[in-house]
């Protein structure tokens, strides 16, 4: 069984291809890192998968079921989480009340208007449990646009652990943070449990590196080369196209 | 629990003069523009679901205020009882809030603006064309209010209790609404529409139910506006209506339970009192609102709260500004 499978995926823009036949088989537990130069199609790749975009055609199956045409809000009941390249996350609230939102996004208790959300208290311990994870128990109660921008990393990625998804994707978890806070972040990641499927987008290997399993390199929107860590790092297509030869 | 905080207070105050209203205004004229401004409050708190809470301008919420209005009248015209006539209002209002709803949030912005302005148009245009059904412009009269439990609604006095409870029962709504989880998913939706999406929500049906809500209380406004002037005419379904009570919303403040309360205020008052003393009203109104909009933009009431807390720390600050001056520099 694999945990997240793409066949054939194809996208294009206009006369854009942005995904090329892209073909990928993620197992259970692996961290799986998808490089490549800019425009290369990582991030259009993370929509398809995640439903924000249609594929032209193809297909994405999770656990071998087909989730190509399933909406993306029921793909992140089925065990589905993400993290954005560019922060996507509620400034006016505190911290604690965007990992709640994450936690009751995936609740029935969301369409309950009749009780206090703020008095919700089995939420409101998971979520702490969430940023205890991350880090940022000490600033739970801090408005979000009060925080750093390597606190907001923190918060995406506690926002994504709370909802306890299987398969986990990350857009560019390291990109716009110090050198200080990579190393805080690659150590939180490095720190995820193996039940969890962790897909990355990275588009700068050094920090990622560590934390790959295996590597696909994505250029033009094909996949270039695929496999472990040292076999892509020692392929010469790899060099030529991404580190720049 | 039972502390008496400021905010308490000023809401026990509030209640207070509220509901001893009619024993201090003596005079019976300025009693019904209280009910007038208790009842464009509770129109102005259900368009803020929607503007202030979801982020969703609507400049067509006169149409579903004049459908429930319409509804109730015609049906209190064809010999119907003051039940079925207003429940005939609420089920229009929501059947119109649905269709508005359905149509408009295919989009959000300018388009779910010119969408809901679109089909409040055609409210106002079966108004004032379908003579048939609607008596053009000659409107409908409504000739007697309802007698609820066998007291009588006719005078002033009555009718501003029960305008006041329905006020209230809106503000205890609300005020639920805003702070339950639909309350947050429904803010979040406004915040972040992409994320909450990702995070497993349904974006499309927090927003229709919001516009259900919001179309829920613009309905009973409606009826409470017909049974106060006991008449409804095509002008009612017009853009101005719609305008004028998105203006409530944004001067007062949005996003606020008081803000949409004293944009109500503000617009009846000089609509009905200072019209009474200056010709161009119109022209004072439009002065208060470029003054609310450069001096506070966010609104009045969070506008006030801001100068407020500026003003008070500045007074307490006044006497510490010496010391301050003497504290050594952090060393670098």
Known sequence: MTALAIRALCKSFGGLRVSADVSLAVEPGERRLIIGPNGAGKTTLFNLITGELAPDSGSILLFDHDITRIPSRRRAHLGMARTYQIITLFPRDTIVRNVCLALLGLSPMRWNPLTAFDRQRPLFERAHAALAQVGLTHIADRQLSQTSYGEQRRVEIAMALAQNPKVLLLDEPFAGLSIDERRDVGRLLSAIPREVTVVMIEHDIDTALELADRITLLHFGEVIVEGTRAEVVADPRTKEIYLGA | ?332
């Open chain 2, 1 to 332: 629990m039972s502390a008496i905080t400021p905010r308490r207070a000023a809401i026990g105050i509030a209640l207070l003069l509220l509901v001893t209203l009619p024993t201090w205004v003596a005079n019976p004229y300025y009693i019904n523009v209280s009910s007038q401004i208790l009842l464009f409050a509770v129109f102005a708190l259900a368009l803020n679901v929607l503007v202030g809470y979801g982020g969703l301008v609507s400049l067509g919420h006169a149409g579903l205020f004049a459908a429930a209005g319409y509804a109730g009248a015609l049906m209190l015209q064809a010999g119907y009882g003051h039940f079925a006539a207003d429940v005939a209002a609420i089920v229009l209002a929501l059947i119109a809030a649905a269709v508005f709803g359905a149509l408009a949030l295919r989009s959000t912005g300018i388009g779910f603006l010119m969408i809901t302005l679109a089909l409040g148009q055609i409210v106002w245009g079966v108004a004032y064309r379908w003579a048939s059904l609607t008596n053009g412009d000659n409107g409908v009269n409504v000739t007697t209010r309802p007698r609820p439990f066998g007291l009588s609604l006719a005078g002033a006095d009555a009718f501003y209790y029960a305008t006041l409870l329905i006020f209230l029962a809106a503000v205890a709504s609300m005020a639920v609404f805003v702070r339950s989880p639909f309350g947050a998913s429904l803010c979040g939706t406004r915040d972040q529409g992409r994320r909450m999406n990702a995070l497993g929500y349904n974006v499309w049906m927090i927003r229709f139910v919001a516009f259900l809500f919001s179309g829920f209380w613009s309905g009973i406004a409606g009826l409470l506006f017909i049974y106060y002037t006991n008449f409804i005419s095509p002008q009612v379904a017009s853009l101005q209506t719609s305008a004028e009570v998105l203006l409530m919303v944004i001067s007062g403040g949005t996003a606020t339970l008081l803000g949409p309360i004293a944009g109500a205020a503000i617009v009846v008052i000089m609509k009905n009192v200072v019209s009474a003393y200056v010709e161009r009203w119109n022209l004072v109104l439009g002065v208060i609102f470029v003054a609310i909009i450069t001096f506070m933009p966010e609104g009045l009431v969070p506008g006030s709260v801001r100068l407020w807390r500026m003003g008070w720390r500045a007074f307490r600050d006044r006497g510490r500004a010496g010391v301050l001056r003497n504290v050594p520099e952090p060393p670098a």
